[in-house]
């Protein structure tokens, strides 16, 4: 099934295509006023890939937690292609997607989500599920950390604070700018996979994940 990927939840957008037997993506920074090249980008992919919006299957997109307006804005295009190509929608959370390319860890995994200034929305893995995100001050979720030698720590926030958490925290396992954004192509591999689980959102229902910092 060929699935597209919608990613614009942090300052780096990106569109996927998702096929078993290949794939192609692409990436731009969103900030003010670059949203809007999604529309572009997504004209471009198709073309590299020789297929046209008729083909997909599925589509899916990431929804958040992270910036208020890119998950407005990756909302409303896959809505709309999901629409106009008639397929069936699905939505993944941004945590999700960072912690995919590293489900291997056996130890805790803790997702930081640059928020704005000093704040992150911050999700820990003990296991194999997730607890909820929490907006929380970066020194607060830092310290929310228990047995950090055995903690892998991944995301936008990860990367933003680093000197300061090897300082504090140097038993920390930094994640580094690779696995700082999430990626479009594994919105998409995963959207794939929680269709085929479950079957598709309800389109008209979807919507973005907004967490709101603790009184």
């Known amino acids: 099934m060929l699935t597209l990927g919608i990613e614009t ?3 780096r957008a990106g569109v996927a295509l998702f096929h078993p037997d290949w794939s192609f993506e692409t990436t731009w920074p969103a900030g003010r006023g670059r949203l809007e090249l999604g529309t572009q980008a997504l004209e ?8 046209h919006p008729g083909d997909l299957g599925l589509v899916a997109v990431d929804l958040g937690p992270g910036s208020f307006t890119g998950l407005r804005v990756g909302m409303a ?13 699905v939505g993944v959370s941004q945590v999700e997607v960072l912690a995919e390319p590293v489900k291997w860890w056996n130890g805790r995994l803790v997702v930081w989500i640059h928020d704005r200034r000093d704040e992150v929305f911050s999700a820990h893995r003990l296991g194999g599920t997730f607890e909820a995100p929490r907006a929380l001050v970066w020194t607060d979720a830092l310290r929310q950390i228990r047995q950090p030698e055995e903690t892998l720590l991944v995301g936008t926030g990860a990367v933003k604070w680093a000197q300061e958490i090897r300082e504090l925290l140097p038993d920390v396992h ?16 995963l959207g794939l996979a929680k269709y085929q689980q479950r079957g598709p959102d309800d389109a008209l229902m979807m919507e973005p994940v907004y967490v709101h910092k603790e009184a």
């Open 44 to 51: 471009n992919v198709f073309r590299w890939a020789g297929v």
């Open 9 to 11: 939840s942090t300052s």
């Open 174 to 189: 930094l994640g580094g700018p690779s696995l700082a954004h999430p990626r479009a192509l594994e919105v998409a591999r």
């Open 77 to 89: 295009l896959a809505k709309g292609i999901a629409q106009s190509t008639a397929v069936p929608l």
